[in-house]
């Protein structure tokens, strides 16, 4: 891990005891850390040992945090991989099912999807307007646990471990030319309760690992009603409302957009449609996570 990873681990640790993040010039206090009961006591003093053991023992998984070769005998240690995730967590997170690079939706990969006009038409769309789609696995079992604790503070060292193997199972994502990488926005309320965004964890590690610009220019304006809270019909009305472009500095750019999770894809295809507005060549997008019942699911992030 780089050493910028370890101070970020250690600010978040600290975030976690004395409510401030060093490293920023923000102050949060974030009260939903606090525990509450015996169970998130539990919870939230296992993920505090785990960051403060990858600290300490940087050989320790940011999963489990325990040591990294212990499924290695001694003789295969050396073996350059810099992802810090043992072999354990890295098989219960790994899902190597074909999937569509359009939809993102497992299908055999002798065939073409059929589901791909299904979701274009759930979007609203014609057709799905992000060139292809980046899926680290299925959003359920441990990789679904693990972008869930990905969206705690103390989870920003895991989501970047995901990244890492994101772009190790997909290497073609270093051959797309991209000029930037941006991360699905958060609404800067929803932000400061939660202490951190997972999409931006992402992109900021995407971006360095590629030696591609990271950058910000969606914002979103306002916090929208949830896509639950909305029939199918007006879902992607209500996504689009979300957000905007600001200024025209990714015309003529290649863009990878990155979340975390992507339930029906309205979020990641109203971003793509901004970008697509203001100029950008060709978008693709990049997720941890996907939600292999997309069709006629909510959208629960
Ligand atoms: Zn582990
Ligand atoms: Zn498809």
New binding site residues.
């Given amino acids: 891990m780089p050493n910028s990873g370890k101070i970020g681990r250690l600010s978040v640790s600290v975030n976690s005891f004395v409510c401030s993040k060093l490293g920023t010039n923000e102050m949060v206090i974030d009260y939903r850390r606090l525990p509450i009961s015996w169970v998130s006591c539990k919870g939230w003093a296992r993920q505090q040992l785990i960051e403060l053991s990858t600290i300490f023992f940087p050989a320790s998984c940011v999963a489990c945090g325990q040591d990294i070769f212990k499924d290695q005998s001694q003789d295969n240690r050396q073996t350059g991989n810099d992802i810090p995730l043992c072999e354990t967590c890295r098989f219960e997170v790994t899902d190597l099912s074909p999937r569509?690079g359009?939809?993102g939706?497992p299908?055999p990969s002798d065939i073409s999807?059929s589901?791909?006009r299904k979701?274009a038409q759930q979007l609203g769309e014609e057709k799905i307007l992000w060139q292809q789609i980046f899926v680290l696995g299925s959003y359920q079992n441990r990789l679904r646990e693990s972008v869930l604790a990905g969206k705690r503070p103390a989870g920003e060292g895991l989501v970047e471990a995901l990244s890492d193997l994101l772009i190790e199972q997909h290497p073609a994502i270093r051959d797309l030319k991209l000029d930037a990488v941006i991360p699905v926005p958060m609404y800067w309320r929803k932000r400061w309760k939660r202490g951190t965004n997972s999409a931006n964890t992402m992109a900021r590690k995407i971006a360095s690992r590629l030696g591609v610009p990271y950058r910000c220019d969606i914002k979103q304006k306002i916090l929208a009603r949830p896509q639950k809270s909305v029939s199918a019909k007006m879902r992607p009305a209500n996504a689009s409302a979300k957000f905007s472009g600001v200024g025209r500095q990714l015309a003529g750019k290649r863009v990878l957009v990155v979340d975390d999770v992507a339930t029906t894809g309205a979020t990641l295809s109203a971003i793509t449609r901004c970008l697509l507005e203001i100029n950008a060549t060709v978008v693709y997008a990049a997720v941890l996570a996907r939600t292999d019942e997309a069709i006629g699911s909510e959208d629960n992030r």
């Fill in positions: 569509c359009c939809c939706l299908r999807c589901l791909c979701i």
